[in-house]
Nanobody, 126 residues
């Protein structure tokens, strides 16, 4: 049974920081893992993805570049999202996602490519 569990969400003032964590019980390779988010009334969007292709590939949504950092601990099956300088537009439910496949670069932020999802954690910036 595949299980992803997020933690670390909460409420923060604009300019503040939060760090999200996602633990996974997936036993097979987690070739691509990362974070998506869904704000009220909006579609779910890709935020940051890490692929272990080659030396590793990381991709960020333009809206979070320079503020968010994704990292992973393969030994523990955990992925993190460090978020700095949070803004009100970052308010959303954040979801951890994983794929056992090496996805093409231009598909990494496409939610349809991911088969495993966490339950989500709320991030509120005021």
């Amino acid at each position: 049974h595949v299980q992803l569990v997020e933690s670390g969400g909460g409420s923060v003032q604009a300019g503040g920081s939060l760090k999200l964590s996602c633990e996974t019980s997936i036993d097979t390779d987690r070739r691509c893992m990362g974070w998506f988010r869904q704000a009220p009334g909006k579609e779910r969007e890709g935020v940051a993805i890490n692929s272990d292709y080659g030396a590793g590939i990381t991709i960020y949504a333009d809206s979070v570049k320079g503020r968010f950092t994704i990292s992973r601990d393969n030994d523990k099956g955990t992925i993190f999202l460090q978020m700095h300088n949070l803004q009100t537009e970052d308010t959303a439910v954040y979801y951890c996602a994983a794929s056992p496949y090496l996805l093409p670069y231009d598909s990494l932020l496409n939610q349809d490519e991911y088969s495993h999802w966490g339950q989500g954690t709320q991030v509120t910036v005021s």
